[in-house]
């Protein structure tokens, strides 16, 4: 079975950082794009930051770069987001999600993604 779990979220204090994980099994997820998105309550799921596996070219919401950092550790087939300078208004689900292909940056959540990680809480408080 193919499986995305994500790991890492937590109450953080504004300013601090969190790692979060995305650990993939049941396949290989070589020729795949790898993402993140985020859903805070009330607001749809958005965009935040992808990856592809076999380049290792990353791609970040505009208004998002620089404070999120995506990427790989192939032998622990595992997705990282690394998250710095954590604001209140990054508080949401992070969800993990794998797709073969995308059509554009920002990748759409409401596309036909292929898998879906149930989702990790992430709150800042301030």
């Known amino acids: 079975q193919v499986q995305l779990v994500e790991s890492g979220g937590g109450l953080v204090q504004a300013g601090g950082s969190l790692r979060l994980s995305c650990a993939t099994s049941?396949?290989?997820?070589?020729?795949?794009?790898m993402g993140w998105f985020r859903q805070a309550a009330g607001k749809e799921r958005e965009f935040v930051a992808a990856?592809?596996?076999?380049?290792?070219?990353?791609y970040y919401a505009d208004s998002l770069k620089g404070r999120f950092t995506i990427s790989i550790d192939n032998a622990k087939n595992t997705v990282y987001l690394q998250i710095n300078s954590l604001k209140p208004e990054d508080t949401g689900v992070y969800y993990c999600?794998?797709?073969?292909?995308?059509?554009?940056?920002?990748?759409?959540?409401?596309?036909?993604?292929?898998?879906w990680g149930p989702g990790t809480q992430v709150t800042v408080s301030s």
């Open positions: 999600a794998a797709d073969r292909i995308i059509y554009g940056i920002p990748w759409s959540p409401r596309g036909n993604i292929d898998y």
């Open positions: 049941g396949r290989a997820f070589s020729n795949y794009f």
């Open positions: 990856i592809s596996w076999s380049t290792g070219t990353t």
